[in-house]
Each structure stands twice: as structure tokens, then as C-alpha cells.
């Protein structure tokens, strides 16, 4: 006959090992962070994105994309439609970014700075971003979020006034 303290320790020690399994796999999880940001590149203001590896595990980012509600996307990378197949995403050639694909260790950065006049340009075509998503090799998507004050800059871009400015000529009669 097994002691009672005994098999209350053989218990113990199996959900113990349960928990520390379920640990292990979730912390050793492929994961990403997305932060945008804005930055000086070049001597001119950019909206800074950067993947960084927040895993334990190295990951490959395959591409990153800026959308916009008038279907433009500013992107760099590879991407795989529904059927698998890769496709590059196009960019305006004044996107400055890390070459995509890109292998990332733990707590590395992958890159892309959008000048702020490109984003102005696309903003005065009447389009706002709706998501900026990064892709990795296994098909998973990472998300980021747009700061206040980037999206207020943008909303207010300097040719609103610039138009109003001009309506106001005074050569009305």
C-alpha cells in the first residue's frame, strides 16, 4: 500500500510538470511587436516602424504594409494570397526600409520609415490608414497602432490651409 503523503506528493509533482509544459510552449512562442513612431531620416521627418522580436525564438518577417481606406498600401516585402503564392507588395521608392525578409533574434528590429510628405500625399488623395500589419514566415500577422499625435499631424496637413489660404484671395466682388 502506497503512504498517503506519498502519493499526495506524486499529484503535486504532475500538475507541476503540467504547468511548467504549458509554460515552456508559451514562452517559447514565436511573437512581434509592431511600434510606430516618427523619426528623422535623411534630414526629413518619417513615420518609424519597427518589428521587434519579443520572443525567446528567432523569427523570420517577411514584409510589413501601411493600409489605407482607398485601397493604397505603402508596403516592403513578400506576402502570400489566399492560393500561397508570393507576392511583393509594392512601395513608393522613397520608403526607406530594412531588405525584407528579414531573420530577427530575440529583442532585434526590423525597419521602415515612411516620409511623412509621401503619407501627406496619399492623406490629400483623401485616404486614411486603417492598419499597419507586419508578416512573418509562418503566416502570422502583428499589428500597430497609429500615436495621437502622428495621426493628429497627418489629419492636419499644412495643404487644408494652403487651400483655404488661396480661396481667400480677395478679389471677391
Do not use: C
Not at 17 to 30: C, E, F, G, H, N
Not at 116 to 138: F, H, K, N, P, Q
Amino acid at each position: 500500500m502506497i503512504d498517503p503523503l506519498a502519493r499526495i506528493v506524486a499529484i503535486a509533482g504532475l500538475a507541476l510538470s503540467a504547468v511548467k509544459i504549458v509554460y515552456d510552449l508559451w514562452r517559447d512562442r514565436r511573437r512581434a511587436k509592431v511600434i510606430v513612431d516618427q523619426a528623422k531620416i535623411r534630414g526629413s521627418s518619417t513615420m518609424s516602424v519597427s518589428i521587434v522580436n519579443t520572443g525567446h525564438r528567432p523569427t523570420t518577417i517577411n514584409g510589413l504594409g501601411v493600409f489605407f481606406d482607398n485601397g493604397r498600401i505603402l508596403g516592403a516585402g513578400h506576402v502570400r494570397d489566399d492560393e500561397g503564392i508570393a507576392k511583393v507588395v509594392t512601395y513608393d521608392s522613397d520608403v526607406y526600409s530594412t531588405d525584407l525578409p528579414m531573420r530577427i533574434d530575440d529583442g532585434e528590429p526590423a525597419n521602415i520609415y515612411y516620409p511623412l510628405d509621401t503619407l501627406d500625399s496619399v492623406y490629400a488623395e483623401g485616404g486614411r490608414i486603417i492598419s499597419i500589419v507586419a508578416w512573418d514566415a509562418e503566416g502570422r500577422e502583428y499589428k500597430g497602432k497609429m500615436p495621437r499625435y502622428l495621426k493628429k499631424r497627418l489629419e492636419e496637413r499644412p495643404d487644408q490651409n494652403s487651400e483655404e489660404a488661396n480661396r481667400g484671395d480677395g478679389l471677391s466682388g
